[in-house]
């Protein structure tokens, strides 16, 4: 069974930074695109980043694109997310989740998420 | 990027009935080479993670009830609740993938009428 378990959420002052983590397992990591979508409160869905399987190819939204950086650690099973300059617009869940290919397209699964805060 | 519309925001659909949710994409997301439209469409139930529903614009995926099915091309999609039950109370999304700013609809929430 494919698991995704999100970590390092939190609150943080506006520019702040801080590191989301994803642990992977019940699937060949390696092979599989993976990304971040994030949900403010009571809103809908919004893509942040994507990375392809190996990881040589990195996506972002244009809201974040310049303070945040997508990255992977495959012999650890594990997708991360770095925040930098944080703004109070970016607080939210953040969920990662698996494409079905080494290319990112659908998600699915997605984690539960991590809730970061961006407040003073 | 591509802009994702859907309609209605909400719907309140009657125990048994039809619901019928539709996705307008601002530009088309059917690639000609292969004749695949890169649309997904996910439920989401309060306090968890939005679930797959069909990819392909039309794929269901593996453990999807049967009565939800999704339709169309090019610009415009169409998610089908032949028989509403009442676990189908959610919000649901379209998402594109045709480009690399993939990008979601604003949601519809569905509730029971």
């Known amino acids: 069974e494919v698991q995704l378990l999100e970590s390092g959420g939190g609150l943080v002052q506006p520019g702040g930074s801080l590191r989301l983590s994803c642990a992977a397992s019940?699937?060949?990591?390696?092979?599989?695109?993976m990304s971040w979508v994030r949900q403010a409160p009571g809103k809908g869905l919004e893509w942040v980043s994507s990375?392809?399987?190996?990881?040589?190819?990195?996506y972002y939204a244009d809201s974040v694109k310049g303070r945040f950086t997508i990255s992977r650690d495959n012999s650890k099973n594990t997708l991360y997310l770095q925040m930098n300059s944080l703004r109070a617009e970016d607080t939210a869940v953040y969920h990662c989740?698996?494409?079905?290919?080494?290319?990112?397209?659908?998600?699915?699964?997605w984690g539960q998420g991590s809730l970061v805060t961006v407040s003073s | 990027d591509i802009v994702m519309t859907q309609s209605p925001d909400s719907l309140a659909v009657s125990l048994g009935e039809r619901a019928t949710i539709t996705c307008k994409s601002s530009q088309s997301v059917l690639y000609r080479s292969n004749n695949r439209n890169y649309l997904a469409w996910y439920q989401q139930k309060p306090g968890q993670p939005p679930k797959l529903l069909i990819y392909w614009a039309s794929t269901r995926e593996s453990g999807v009830p049967d009565r939800f099915s999704g339709s169309g091309s090019g610009t415009d999609f169409t998610l089908t609740i032949s028989s509403l039950q009442a676990e189908d109370v959610a919000f649901y999304y379209c998402?594109?993938?045709?480009?690399?700013?993939?990008?979601f609809g604003q949601g519809t929430i569905l509730e029971i009428k």
């Open positions: 989740a698996k494409s079905s290919s080494s290319s990112p397209n659908w998600f699915d699964p």
């Open positions: 990375i392809s399987g190996p990881g040589g190819s990195t």
């Open positions: 998402q594109q993938y045709f480009n690399t700013q993939y990008t």
């Open positions: 019940g699937f060949t990591f390696d092979t599989y695109a």
